[in-house]
Nanobody, 130 residues
Framework: QVQLVESGGGSVQSGESLTLSCVASGSSLNFYSVGWFRQAPGKEREAVSC????????YYVDAAEGRFTISRDISKNTFYLQMSSLKVEDTAVYYC???????????????????????RGQGTLVTVSS
């Protein structure tokens, strides 16, 4: 069983940067696809970015492309979401996910329903004010 714990959320001003971390315990995430989802107030949860476990390729949704960077450190069993040029509309609870049965980033971010991803964190709140 894998436990995921997010950290790094907080309150920032528009245009600032923030880096989220997700630390895994219980098992190595080597070859797991991992990713970040978010849920803004009053909105449905949506994918942000994912990394494929098989090839390490990253996928970004349009809203994240060019501003966010997903990365992973296998040695620390941790993955990250670097967010820059934050906007008010980035305000959300951010959740990290991992699934060893998912091989491609796009599959995790686009095809798989969030609730069917095997391991999910509890979320960390990011608030961006103008």
């Amino acid at each position: 069983q894998v436990q995921l714990v997010e950290s790094g959320g907080g309150s920032v001003q528009s245009g600032e940067s923030l880096t989220l971390s997700c630390v895994a315990s219980g098992s190595s995430l080597n070859f797991y696809s991992v990713g970040w989802f978010r849920q803004a107030p009053g909105k449905e949860r949506e994918a942000v970015s994912c990394i494929g476990g098989r090839d390490g390729a990253a996928y970004y949704v349009d809203a994240a492309e060019g501003r966010f960077t997903i990365s992973r450190d296998i040695s620390k069993n941790t993955f990250y979401l670097q967010m820059s040029s934050l906007k008010v509309e980035d305000t959300a609870v951010y959740y990290c996910v991992a699934d060893g049965a998912v091989t491609r980033a796009r599959e995790m971010c686009v095809t798989m329903p969030y609730n069917l991803l095997k391991f999910r964190g509890q979320g960390t709140l990011v608030t961006v004010s103008s």
